[in-house]
């Protein structure tokens, strides 16, 4: 079996390489030349990213071949599964983390402990690939600590700063509480069928009520890091304090890491109740109004975006709640992809204001936060950065040509198509919320292009190539995917497969 | 051959606004010179494409999944209005090359004004209705940030931002209409719905009907959605003509008109659609009346005039809207291109402010008394016989009370058609301009706009024969006659006295206010609550008001206390319990 | 009565609501991040009671020497945070940590 290989090595390989990376970037650090060890951790980090890049392809390439739902390989004690889920949650943490990597050249320049920086960000890339393929609870919770592990010292990487300690530190408490409950509900589910194996439980469950409450555990755990409504207190502070490329992986994959984890975790349960879409749609609802109505009245620019996850999370996880309800793979399908067109218009938009904060702020060692009246008339001065945003928020509004428009369209079409009163009405209700969403995307884009240039604007500096190549990157990819969807259907179809397949094979 | 032609005249502006996005500001001359060319090569091509009609689809691309195919018909309807939209673009653009003068930021104005008119002949020219909704909303895009255009300018923001908001609104009524007719045919093409539409259930094509009417008024500025265009009115004047009179508004009534042989049957959509019209046209012209800004003054009359579109639709005369859609789009382009070289000349929109004008610009005041007697719809001009059409189909097919309703319409147009050319050409100057009239590149645009206003209801036959050649759907909805038919028809109808007559009186009227001025009292109230938008703009600020409260509201929520935080994950467990035990 | 089952049982119950209550009342961030650890071990006992009942007592011990291992990480990520805030901010309260709102 050829492929086992090539999962391990997807697997391992990052995570191996982060402390290798920290060990290279101290050494650099010893040879006292400005830049070195910087240089040198973010090479590494790139090639260990190369190396994990060869092995997905290889994995995409055997994947593609063969006609299973999932290659499965089971290292050790280890279970180890590759579906059309974890291809897609892979690719995007691989392609966000080395588009972060390449950006974060200068934008972290002269910050202290820029090799711990590089190897965190390689372990939360691998972390999440982990988690794309872990096959049994237990794991999924391993992978998924360890994600959290390195995003809490990610998110507080500014440890100077009282506002990016204060988010570390609720993102924390939250995050680990969320995670003691799931431990909990894996206990509980543990003790109830004997296995921890995903296929096993799902074999065995029926609804008693220890199994009930494991189910209301894993969706309060899981759902603090999918950032679901009442448990995403956490996130705008986070996802506003972290260094910006930072909160393009926050934003762009973590959140839907968590939510695939809660995918993953109660697809095993499913038979323990018939209120799972019910359930999921109401989360859509609900995060969609809140993550919409409080963006309106934001004034700092990346807390507005941090806002704005948590109504895309509404829609995505209306999609999959539309897909379990009425058992059919087109709301599944539209979920993820929508989980990567945001990943993409999130990153690329979380990326574009970071670069205009550092040109603004932090290259002048400031570390306010960028606010939307700071943006006024930065095109002329920055014509890429600002174009970069304005593509970006304009497509998390769902405008076309945009690939968020045609994202939302295919999970407004499962919705119709569920041919279902409440749910035409929930497709009206997103469809209206993306109306609302464009009361807070449209300003920025006004600010932007206004004539007369703020303080903050004139005393800029200047954009390093480092940070454009990937918002360029991520502009044609955002553009190109609403002009042609079908590009990424080759991954969008097996994951939305096999997300009903693991709900129990409709 | 037909397929390169269709698919360029879409990508050609839009190649043109991708070169203008991405030039240099520096170099004005240059941005002016290429836009004109996109343009004028984007007029030529929707030309090119009058002998290709066809009901047959010439482009069909497979867009995967749930996207249907991506395909497009240029047939009779389609083709019309992609011609207005390219030609009415093209002069617009080359107005704008002395309107937009020395203006900063030319490259944004000139992209935006191509990815316009690319996205609007997609629009028309498309028989996919998620491709229509596509370019739909990539319009009310164009439309927002060209109000915008201004940012420095609260009020272009706040007019592109309702503009936006509210046509976006509306469309939700066409999304849903799409995503119905895909899910019960599994296809988005407009022909085979067309075909099929009685296959649907009726539930399902009411909501589609209804929810078709509500994204057509918001879009075409109809009650009660109108409220947006008289704010739109922020915009550069060129932008002004183009999208908000004379292209993108005609699309509400462009999707009615296409969709009206599956509509027709759905009890009560046709007495809905021809409340819409009425009410916006018997509206819209009360407020024109009352309105002193040159620019509101011409918005409220589209309005009205939309309204008269709306209203041939519903009472089944598909030809005489589009009839009047192409005279309106002529002679309203034409008044508001010649506002706008009033309002370059004077540099400002307040009709109080002007007076006078007409010796020192004697082309834009003699090309503007041609469009305005189109828009009073005096004889022989081209918006005479589209009106008198359309109110003679409205006598014969449509209720009593909606007739006499759109007749006075039309005598209050009239009316306030001739206050707007005495106030800003004749009269006593109400201040010292020092204005000059329009220079060569306004003349350019403006002149065979004048002469088409003169003549184009001599294509009447021809339009009839474009239309009824490729609508297999539309045939038994057209009463298409030819240019004679229509001559002899217009001119024998009682119904044309009777406008004529009332439209006389409406002259009358407003030359003799002072005799009435014992009336101004009893008149104070209607003017005041035209002035005050008859509480549209009420109820817009209430909705606006609400959800910035309930936003302002919940941001309570987010308190900053970890063991609120904390409190909120625990009672989401115990909620999301109670929903799973529900369920078990 | 007092068999092992209950013992285990009410252990795991009572060291959740302590942790619970902790995270809902206490103010200071050390005895957070102690909640936080009586909150996981709680959960490890309950992995311990389910390999006793379904007999799988090795999953179960291994499951628990796992988590000890990422849990005592987020107990040292913690403190250290909260060393953090004491040095910049010169107290542990959490509600003083509450610029960020709205």
Request: hydrophobic share 55%.
């Amino acid at each position: 079996m050829y492929y086992s290989n090539a999962i391990l090595t997807l697997v391992v390989t990052p995570l191996l390489s982060a402390p290798l990376i920290y060990l290279i970037g101290r050494l650099f650090m010893r040879t006292g030349r400005a830049g070195a060890a910087s240089n040198a951790s973010q090479l590494a980090s790139l090639l260990a990213l190369a190396g994990t890049w060869k092995a997905y392809i290889d994995i995409v390439l055997q994947f593609n071949r063969s006609s299973a739902t999932a290659l499965r390989y089971i290292t050790g004690s280890v279970p180890l599964q590759v579906d059309g889920l974890s291809i897609l949650l892979a690719g995007l943490a691989l392609t966000l983390g080395t588009l972060v990597v390449i950006y974060s050249r200068m934008y972290m320049r002269n910050e202290d402990g820029e090799e711990k920086y590089y190897a965190m960000l390689v372990a939360m890339t691998g972390a999440m690939i982990g988690l794309a393929c872990a096959a049994d609870l237990f794991n999924l919770w391993v992978w998924f600590e360890v994600m959290a592990l390195t995003s809490y010292l990610l998110v507080a990487f500014y440890r100077e700063q009282k506002a990016s300690l204060e988010a570390g530190v609720k993102y924390l408490v939250q995050s680990a509480a969320g995670s003691s409950l799931v431990l909990l509900a894996i206990a509980l589910v543990f003790m109830e069928t004997g296995t921890l194996d995903l296929y096993r439980i799902g074999a065995s469950a029926v609804g008693t009520p220890l199994m009930l409450a494991a189910g209301a555990l894993f969706v309060a755990g899981f759902g603090v890091k999918a950032a679901l409504v009442p448990f995403h207190t956490w996130l705008p502070d986070a996802h506003a304090q972290a260094p910006s490329g930072i909160s393009a992986m926050l934003s762009g994959v973590v959140i839907e890491a968590g939510l695939v984890a809660l995918l993953r975790a109660i697809s095993a349960l499913m038979a323990v109740t018939l209120s799972w879409g019910v359930l999921l749609m109401i989360f859509g609802a609900l995060n969609m109004l809140v993550g919409n109505l409080i963006a309106l009245k934001q004034t700092q620019v990346k807390r507005l975006l941090a806002f704005s996850s948590l109504s895309h999370v509404g829609y995505m996880v209306m999609g999959l709640g539309i897909a379990l309800h009425a058992g059919t793979a087109a709301g599944a399908t539209g979920g993820v992809f929508h989980l990567i067109n945001h990943g993409l218009m999130k990153g690329l938009a979380f990326l574009a204001v970071g670069a205009l904060l550092y040109a603004l702020h932090i290259a002048k060692g400031s570390h306010n936060p960028l606010t939307i009246s700071d943006l006024a008339g930065a095109a002329k001065r920055y014509p890429l950065a600002t174009l970069a945003l304005s593509i970006a928020v304009l497509g998390l509004g769902g405008l076309p040509p945009l690939a968020g428009f045609m994202s939302k369209w295919q999970i407004l079409v499962a919705g119709v198509q569920a041919n279902n009163r409440l749910i035409f009405y929930l497709v009206i209700f997103a469809a209206l919320n993306s109306v609302l969403s464009l009361g807070y995307y449209a300003p920025i884009v006004n600010a932007v292009y206004r004539q007369k240039p703020s303080a903050a604007v004139l005393n800029g500096s200047s954009l390093p190539l480092s940070m454009q190549v990937p918002m360029v990157l991520l502009l044609l990819a955002v553009v190109v995917l609403g002009l042609w969807p079908g590009l990424v259907q080759w991954l969008t179809d097996p994951a939305g497969n096999a997300i009903m397949a693991t709900f129990g094979g409709y | 051959m037909t397929q390169w032609l269709v698919l360029s005249v879409i990508f050609v502006p839009w190649l043109g606004a991708l070169l203008l996005a991405l030039s240099s500001d520096r170099a004005p001359r240059l941005q002016h010179l290429v836009a004109s060319a996109f343009a004028v090569v984007t007029g030529l091509l929707s030309l090119c494409l009058l002998p290709l009609v066809t009901e047959r689809t010439v482009v069909s691309v497979a867009a995967g999944s749930v996207f249907g195919n991506f395909t497009f018909v240029p047939d009779g309807l389609s083709v019309f209005l992609t011609v207005i939209a390219a030609v009415i673009g093209c002069l617009a653009v080359i107005f704008s090359i002395d309107y937009m003068h020395g203006e900063a930021q030319l490259g944004r104005y000139y992209s935006l004004v191509l990815l316009f008119i690319g996205s609007m002949t997609g629009m028309v020219l498309t028989s996919s209705m998620l491709l229509l909704f596509f370019f739909w909303e990539m319009m009310a895009f164009c439309s927002y940030a060209l109000i915008s255009f201004y940012n420095d300018d609260p009020k272009a923001v706040a007019g592109g931002m309702k503009a936006l908001i509210m046509t976006q609104t509306g469309g939700v009524g066409l999304l849903a209409g799409a995503l119905i007719a895909y899910s019960f045919l599994g296809t988005y093409d407009i022909q085979t719905f067309l075909a099929y539409a009685h296959r649907l259930p009726e539930f399902a094509l009411s909501i589609m009907a209804f929810g078709f009417l509500i994204g057509a008024a918001a879009k075409s500025a109809q009650v009660p959605f109108h409220t947006w265009l008289p704010g739109a009115m922020e915009a550069p004047t060129p932008i002004s003509a183009l999208i908000h009179a004379a292209t993108m508004v005609n699309a509400g009534v462009y999707l009615l008109a296409r969709f009206y042989p599956a509509f027709a049957a759905v009890p009560g959509w046709t007495t809905a659609v021809v409340v819409v019209g009425v009410l916006s046209a018997f509206l819209g012209a009360v407020m024109a009346i009352t309105a002193s800004d040159l620019k509101r003054t011409l918005a409220y009359s589209t309005i009205s005039q939309l309204g008269y579109m709306v209203y041939a639709v519903g009472v089944g005369a598909v030809y005489a809207s589009q009839f009047h859609l192409m005279s309106h789009a002529v002679f309203k382009a034409l008044l508001f291109l010649g506002a706008g070289a009033v309002i370059h000349a004077v540099g400002t929109r307040d009709m109080r402010q002007m007076g006078g004008l007409g010796q020192k610009m004697p082309f834009v005041r003699n090309v503007f008394i041609i469009g305005t007697l189109a828009l009073a719809g005096l004889p022989f001009v081209n918006g005479f016989w589209s009106k008198e059409l359309v109110l003679e189909e409205g006598l014969a097919h449509g209720p009593l009370w909606a007739y006499i309703l759109m007749v006075l319409g039309a005598g209050l147009t009239a009316a306030y058609s001739l206050r707007m050319v005495y106030m800003v050409f004749y009269g006593t100057a109400k201040k010292e301009h020092h204005v000059h009239d329009a220079p060569a590149a306004m003349r350019t645009a403006l002149a065979p706009l004048a002469l088409g206003t003169l003549v184009t209801w001599l294509l009447a036959g021809w339009l009839s024969e474009l239309l009824t050649g490729s609508l297999p759907y539309h045939l038994s909805h057209l009463h298409a006659p030819g240019t004679v038919e229509l001559i002899v028809d217009v001119l024998t109808a009682p119904a044309t006295l009777v406008a004529i007559v009332v439209i006389a009186a409406g002259l009358l009227a407003w030359w003799y206010r002072d005799l009435f001025a014992s009336l101004s009292k009893a008149a104070a109230l209607p003017a005041a609550m035209a002035g005050a938008d008859f509480g549209f703009e009420w109820l817009n600020r209430v909705i606006v008001g609400s959800t910035l409260l309930a936003g302002s509201v919940l941001r309570l929520t987010q308190t900053g206390h970890l063991s609120w935080n904390a409190l909120g994950i625990a009672g989401g467990a115990i909620a999301v319990l109670g929903l799973l035990v529900w369920g078990s | 009565m007092f068999n092992e089952m209950n013992v285990l049982m009410l252990g795991i119950l009572g060291l959740f609501a302590v942790g619970l209550y902790a995270l809902l009342a206490v103010r200071n961030l050390i005895k957070i991040v102690v909640a936080l650890q009586i909150l996981v071990k709680g959960a490890i006992m309950a992995f311990i009671l389910a390999g006793k009942i379904n007999g799988h007592m090795q999953t179960a011990q291994s499951v628990a020497l796992t988590v000890i291992v990422a849990d005592t990480m987020v107990a040292v990520i913690g403190l250290a945070l909260a060393v953090q805030v004491k040095r910049r901010l010169g107290t542990l309260d959490v509600n003083e940590l509450t610029s960020l709102r709205g």
